[in-house]
């Protein structure tokens, strides 16, 4: 059970790195998706650009989180479940504030992958 749980960190926490290059424009996930342009907390203040790179450090964080949390459950560490829920929660505050406050395309939003880190934050907490 634990390389299966482990190999689903890794799998999250790469797909979290997907979004960094979305946020500093590297690509598109999709065409036409603008993702983190239009944040509710930050692209006011901050302007777009600032936005998009302070998404990418909070994800490729998060990222490191999730891959530090899968390495320490396949070595037998017990701080692989800090770091699972550290990263869970900085996931799930991220996609918060750099949503764009719309309730469409909220897959296109991290909703998704928000939903994702709340099971696993869940999950760890409870099991």
């Avoid at 996931?91 to 504030?97: F, N, Q």
Wanted: hydrophobic share 60%; proline share 3%.
């Amino acid at each position: 059970m634990n390389i299966f749980v482990g190999i689903f960190l890794i799998l999250h926490a790469l797909v979290h790195l997907l979004y960094p290059g979305q946020a500093l424009r590297f690509f598109e996930l999709r065409p036409g998706l603008t993702w983190p342009d239009g944040s509710w907390a930050f692209s006011g203040l901050l302007g777009e650009a600032v936005t998009r790179n302070l998404a990418a450090v909070f994800l490729a964080v998060t990222a490191l989180g999730f891959l530090a949390g899968s390495l320490g459950l396949f070595l037998g560490q017990g701080w692989w479940r800090a770091a699972v829920v550290a990263a869970a929660v900085l996931s799930i505050a991220t996609y918060l504030v750099f949503w764009n406050g719309k309730f469409q395309d909220l897959p296109d939003q991290g909703g998704v992958g928000l939903l994702i880190s709340l099971g696993i934050l869940v999950a760890v907490l409870l099991v």
